[in-house]
């Protein structure tokens, strides 16, 4: 495990990079009086003063070369960045930054090109009064790393997902969100954030109590008393995260990579959807997507969207000679949620253009490793409702049906084109586990052994442990899940995985990992081998 101190980040530097995220309210004054909402941003519009970055930094989708810096502004104002190879910020570089504003909620993103491959920037974000540029805000301080182009650096990143989730909120006797200050500490070079970033349909209350009696206490807001509908409270949920601030000190040093699932809308949703749900007056699945996708595109530092929502969520992010990542969307485009026992489904879980998109860059693709990033499980069972299912697996273990059928085309593509070096990442089941892959246990038999790995949940309910289907051969080597259904974080069973990729041999170890810092499981995979 590297140190804090690791790579180059300076402890001035991670101080000042926290050092706007305290002008919010803190945790404890907020845990005082969790039914009441926490104030927003102070002063809140005010026609005075100057404009103040007071919900922290994120940068997203780091390369070599380039990077996105994300801000939110406490009222209009003009956003600067300027890069440094030093904290000390004596020789600088300038990107002048959109205006952001009412449209855009305040926020605003900027790109950085040109910048050195396998170095630690360092960044702050400046806002101007739109009208008088002399009148600047505080600056708001971050760092990260660019991917490397020499092989021999080696990579290692995070993952998780599910933050917020089935009412677990932030909690001040938790000190917030503590998972990320712990994945802070381990200075990865990015966090893969593997869907369910916000829980729209997830109301906050004040105070939830345990089963043995104990009381959860959480803050609260506006936005999180009830489902979210209009775009103002799909972008007050995204606000809600960011009141925690180990989680604003996390993305002020720990570039992200962001998918989104379903809770960024609502549970278990698909296009064309229509509600039978009293708690919506908007029944229209497609009309809460598009307000969500825009909230998402504002709130997330990613490449491909655009903060009124136009653009793609799947995409490639390519992290030097060992590494390129897959950013999956199996919500955008999957067909409706069925038995899925139907001979032939050309839309299936991806939809056709994403699968022809998928099999083209992986077969471009020449990084040792290839992650692709799931926002849901292959093999695994998850149900909804009584008769339909959820992810691709339909507790059918004979030939494929469904979507199934697109995720067999996908294996089948990776297999005849020889592609190695493929590893399936995700979250969503909200507990951890690896599955080994295996044609010699599998109805479908055209494929290249593999391995899933699972994590998650952040900061959300624990569930127990759901059923494998045998279409693809999937075999359990690791298993931690919870009994019964939603157990809160203070009974444990929040998890996150790293993966660390040797510079010298490639050798890949993936690890699966417990808040608190245990090592529950442990798997190295050697390159350019399938089966292992």
């Known amino acids: 495990m590297a140190q804090e101190s690791g790579h180059g980040v300076g402890r001035r530097s991670l101080l000042r990079g926290g050092a706007a995220a305290l002008a919010l309210p803190s945790l404890a004054a907020a845990g005082a009086e969790t039914a009441r909402a926490v104030p927003r941003a102070a002063p809140a519009q005010s026609l005075g003063g100057r404009p103040a970055a007071r919900w922290g930094v994120q940068t997203g989708d780091v390369t070599s070369s380039s990077g996105l810096v994300w801000v939110r502004s406490d009222r209009p104002a003009r956003m600067v960045v300027e890069t440094s190879a030093t904290e000390t910020f004596r020789s600088v570089r300038r990107y002048p930054g959109p205006p952001v504003g009412p449209d855009t909620d ?59 989730g089935q009412g677990w909120g932030i909690n001040p006797d938790r000190g917030g969100f503590p998972i990320f200050e712990e994945m802070r500490r381990r200075n990865p070079d990015f966090f893969l954030c593997s869907g369910d970033s916000v829980y729209a349909d997830g109301p906050i209350a004040p105070s939830v109590t345990l089963p043995d009696g104990r009381i959860w206490r959480n803050v609260t807001t506006e936005e999180k008393a009830k489902v979210a509908e209009t775009l103002a409270e799909f972008r007050g949920n995204f606000r809600y995260n960011l009141l925690d601030e180990q989680l604003r000190r996390f993305h002020a040093q720990v570039p ?69 990542v897959f950013v999956l969307d199996m919500r955008t485009y999957r067909n409706a949620n069925s038995p899925g026992r139907q001979p032939a489904d050309a839309q299936g879980i991806l939809g056709a253009e994403q699968l022809a998109w998928l099999k083209r860059e992986l077969s471009r693709s020449r990084a040792v490793w290839k992650v692709i990033a799931a926002d849901m499980p292959l093999g695994l069972v998850v149900p909804d409702g009584r008769t339909d299912y959820e992810a691709v697996a339909q507790a059918d273990p004979g030939a494929p049906l469904g979507r199934e059928l697109q995720i067999a085309e996908l294996l089948r593509h990776i297999r005849s084109r020889r592609i190695t070096g493929t590893v399936w990442l995700t979250a969503d089941v909200h507990y951890t586990s690896a599955q080994h892959y295996a044609p010699s246990r599998a109805a479908f038999q055209d494929f290249a052994p593999f391995w899933e ?21 999937p075999e359990q080597a690791f298993v931690k899940a919870p009994a019964r259904a939603n157990v809160s974080p203070l009974e444990g069973g929040q998890y996150y995985g790293e993966a660390e990729i040797d510079g010298d041999g490639g050798e890949l170890t993936v690890r699966l990992c417990e808040e608190g810092g245990t090592v529950l499981f442990t798997k190295v995979l050697r390159p350019g081998l399938v089966g292992q």
């Open 106 to 164: 305040c926020t605003g993103t900027t790109a950085l090109h040109g910048l050195p491959p396998g170095e630690q920037v360092h960044y702050r974000v400046v806002l101007a009064d739109p009208d008088d540029p002399r009148r600047t805000g505080e600056p708001v301080y971050g760092t990260f790393r660019t991917a490397p182009v020499r092989r021999r650096d080696g990579v290692r990143f995070l993952w998780s997902g599910d933050l917020a």
């Open 256 to 324: 992200g990579i962001v998918q989104w699932d379903d809770h960024e809308v609502l549970n278990n949703w698909y296009p064309g959807e229509i509600l039978d749900d009293a708690r919506y007056t908007e029944k229209r699945v497609d009309v809460l997507a598009a307000r969500a996708l825009r909230a998402f595109g504002e709130y997330t530092p990613v490449r491909t969207l655009r903060a009124n929502g136009e653009g793609r969520v799947h995409r490639v992010v390519r992290h030097g000679p060992l590494l390129d």
């Open 453 to 473: 790995f699972v994590s998650g949940p952040l900061n959300a309910g624990g569930f127990p442990a759901l059923k494998l289907d045998g279409t693809f051969g």
